[in-house]
């Protein structure tokens, strides 16, 4: 059990490490961050019902 | 997050270090109160769809939806990026020169991808009262690559739109096919009108239009595939449609299609003549498929080997050419492990043609395979050892062939073991036909000399 609790746990991690940070705030936000760093803001629409 | 475009794109490590370095991330879920709004500030309709602002909050470019595989994607960021084609570019394109209409009709495509008919439909009128005998430029379509002039494009493009909405009204596409018979567009204008009869249920109008647009295009898959679809659908007539299936699996035969064979099986079924809809889409016609599929990855996975390019690609469809065919014969397997040795994993080249396969009794193998086997490793210098093992099995088989002891002799030369290299060449000599003495007694007197010069 505990075996599994750990494989699981470093999958989880795993997964986390893999996953993209998309910015907590507001647009105008991600847009002033953007523009200090000199990238782009990717805003991406979705529908999460 | 469109789930699919998360799990593909955005969770694939691969693309990590491309998005950290050009990109701020953010998530606009229309169904919570911020996205919407967002959403509403830029008038975004459809979802997925990818928005890119600069540093000053304006837009740069976008697209709508998502089309697998991850690198479709990735290709549209690197190309916004690079300020190709980008909305941006082409508002600046058009503030130097209003009257650029390639320009123009870039941003009226813009437009229309991001369902602002009334912007797009500005751009089109523009283009057609700038250029209305279409010289000022060509538009290629990255889906079918049909190219014709911006101002055809812009006037079926007008055609279209106007005839959506909850009334539709086709008569400005019929006019565009009248006004236009030998635009290369033409087609796409009947297809267009097919998709729309194709929804309605069958009738004197439906059916004069599919008898119209197969008189149109007898010879053509796309259009006969529309033609059967809808007689499928409506069940029947099924002669007709045992004609039309007749029709498009000559025209296809060269390459058959599994979509186009579902639909000619579909006809089959309908005139009650399951064998035949077996015959074109059954067990064999999809393991035929599926074998196809796997040395079609394979070749492609040795042209980019050859060329040092894409051999991330290459190797991932080596691999997957591998997993369809587990079952094929030394030299599919050989042909796997000559791409991996090229890519320089001589370990996973081991993995699939090594001395495992060599030694798995699982597989069938006669004395042939067996020295090709040792032939191959041979001539890579590698895994000289199994070479040496295999062709001493190829010889226990057939002790008399000639060409086997000049295996031998050459991975004991490979070995650098002259001594047995020359005693196997010799027995080669000794067993070889008349015709074939000379070439091996050459041989030979080189491996000697060779001998001598070391000594």
Same mark, same amino acid.
């Given at each position: 059990?505990?075996?599994? !609790?750990?494989? /699981? #746990?470093? %999958?989880?991690? +795993?997964? *986390?490490?893999?996953?993209?940070?998309? !910015?907590?705030? /507001? #647009?105008? %936000?991600?847009? +002033?961050? *953007?523009?200090?760093?000199?990238?782009?803001?990717?805003?991406?629409?979705?529908?999460?019902? | 997050?469109?789930?699919?475009?998360?799990?593909?794109?955005?969770?694939?490590?691969?693309?990590?270090?491309?998005?950290?370095?050009?990109?701020?991330?953010?998530?606009?879920?229309?169904?919570?109160?911020?996205?919407?709004?967002?959403?509403?500030?830029?008038?975004?309709?459809?979802?997925?769809?990818?928005?890119?602002?600069?540093?000053?909050?304006?837009?740069?470019?976008?697209?709508?939806?998502?089309?697998?595989?991850?690198?479709?994607?990735?290709?549209?960021?690197?190309?916004?990026?690079?300020?190709?084609?980008?909305?941006?570019?082409?508002?600046?394109?058009?503030?130097?020169?209003?009257?650029?209409?390639?320009?123009?009709?870039?941003?009226?495509?813009?437009?229309?991808?991001?369902?602002?008919?009334?912007?797009?439909?500005?751009?089109?009128?523009?283009?057609?009262?700038?250029?209305?005998?279409?010289?000022?430029?060509?538009?290629?379509?990255?889906?079918?690559?049909?190219?014709?002039?911006?101002?055809?494009?812009?006037?079926?493009?007008?055609?279209?739109?106007?005839?959506?909405?909850?009334?539709?009204?086709?008569?400005?596409?019929?006019?565009?096919?009248?006004?236009?018979?030998?635009?290369?567009?033409?087609?796409?204008?009947?297809?267009?009108?097919?998709?729309?009869?194709?929804?309605?249920?069958?009738?004197?109008?439906?059916?004069?239009?599919?008898?119209?647009?197969?008189?149109?295009?007898?010879?053509?898959?796309?259009?006969?595939?529309?033609?059967?679809?809808?007689?499928?659908?409506?069940?029947?007539?099924?002669?007709?449609?045992?004609?039309?299936?007749?029709?498009?699996?000559?025209?296809?035969?060269?390459?058959?299609?599994?979509?186009?064979?579902?639909?000619?099986?579909?006809?089959?079924?309908?005139?009650?003549?399951?064998?035949?809809?077996?015959?074109?889409?059954?067990?064999?016609?999809?393991?035929?498929?599926?074998?196809?599929?796997?040395?079609?990855?394979?070749?492609?996975?040795?042209?980019?080997?050859?060329?040092?390019?894409?051999?991330?690609?290459?190797?991932?469809?080596?691999?997957?050419?591998?997993?369809?065919?587990?079952?094929e014969g030394p030299s599919f397997f050989r042909s796997i492990a000559g791409?991996y040795l090229?890519?320089?994993n001589e370990s996973k080249a081991l993995d699939v043609y090594g001395p495992a396969w060599l030694e798995n009794k699982a597989v069938a193998k006669n004395d042939q395979e067996i020295n090709s086997y040792a032939s191959f490793w041979m001539r890579q210098g590698k895994n000289l050892d199994s070479a040496l093992a295999a062709v001493r099995k190829a010889l226990e088989i057939r002790p008399e062939a000639y060409y086997y002891w000049s295996s031998l002799s050459d991975v004991y030369a490979r070995m650098n073991n002259k001594a047995e290299a020359i005693k196997a060449a010799e027995k080669a000599?000794e067993l070889?036909?008349?015709?074939?003495?000379?070439?091996l007694?050459?041989k030979l007197?080189?491996l000697?000399?060779?001998?001598?010069?070391?000594?």
């Amino acid at each position: 059990m505990k075996k599994i !609790f750990a494989v /699981s #746990l470093l %999958l989880v991690l +795993a997964s *986390a490490a893999r996953a993209q940070t998309w !910015f907590k705030g /507001s #647009l105008d %936000l991600a847009v +002033a961050k *953007a523009k200090s760093e000199n990238k782009l803001v990717l805003v991406e629409f979705y529908s999460g019902g | 997050m469109c789930r699919l475009l998360g799990q593909q794109y955005f969770s694939n490590a691969r693309f990590q270090p491309f998005l950290d370095k050009n990109f701020v991330l953010f998530q606009a879920d229309n169904g919570e109160s911020m996205g919407a709004e967002i959403s509403k500030r830029f008038a975004v309709s459809g979802t997925p769809t990818t928005l890119v602002l600069g540093g000053d909050g304006a837009e740069v470019d976008w697209f709508v939806g998502y089309r697998p595989p991850a690198g479709n994607y990735q290709a549209q960021l690197e190309r916004i990026l690079k300020g190709q084609n980008t909305f941006k570019a082409l508002e600046s394109a058009l503030a130097v020169d209003p009257k650029n209409v390639g320009a123009i009709f870039g941003l009226a495509r813009k437009w229309s991808e991001r369902h602002d008919v009334a912007k797009a439909q500005e751009k089109y009128k523009e283009i057609m009262a700038l250029d209305p005998d279409g010289k000022a430029g060509f538009y290629t379509d990255g889906n079918d690559f049909v190219t014709a002039p911006y101002a055809e494009y812009a006037k079926l493009d007008l055609a279209i739109s106007n005839s959506l909405g909850p009334k539709p009204d086709l008569m400005p596409i019929r006019t565009f096919i009248a006004e236009n018979p030998q635009s290369h567009l033409v087609k796409k204008a009947f297809l267009f009108l097919a998709s729309y009869y194709g929804e309605q249920p069958p009738g004197r109008e439906a059916d004069k239009f599919f008898a119209e647009l197969e008189a149109r295009f007898p010879s053509d898959p796309e259009v006969l595939v529309s033609c059967l679809t809808r007689i499928v659908r409506g069940k029947g007539p099924a002669d007709k449609a045992v004609e039309l299936a007749g029709r498009l699996r000559a025209l296809t035969a060269f390459s058959p299609d599994p979509d186009i064979n579902l639909v000619i099986a579909q006809a089959y079924e309908l005139s009650g003549d399951k064998a035949k809809a077996a015959d074109a889409y059954g067990e064999i016609f999809m393991e035929t498929k599926v074998q196809n599929l796997a040395y079609g990855l394979l070749s492609y996975a040795k042209y980019w080997v050859d060329r040092k390019e894409h051999l991330e690609s290459a190797l991932a469809m080596a691999e997957a050419a591998l997993k369809l065919q587990t079952n094929e014969g030394p030299s599919f397997f050989r042909s796997i492990a000559g791409v991996y040795l090229k890519a320089g994993n001589e370990s996973k080249a081991l993995d699939v043609y090594g001395p495992a396969w060599l030694e798995n009794k699982a597989v069938a193998k006669n004395d042939q395979e067996i020295n090709s086997y040792a032939s191959f490793w041979m001539r890579q210098g590698k895994n000289l050892d199994s070479a040496l093992a295999a062709v001493r099995k190829a010889l226990e088989i057939r002790p008399e062939a000639y060409y086997y002891w000049s295996s031998l002799s050459d991975v004991y030369a490979r070995m650098n073991n002259k001594a047995e290299a020359i005693k196997a060449a010799e027995k080669a000599i000794e067993l070889a036909p008349a015709t074939e003495k000379a070439a091996l007694q050459k041989k030979l007197d080189g491996l000697k000399d060779s001998a001598a010069e070391k000594n």
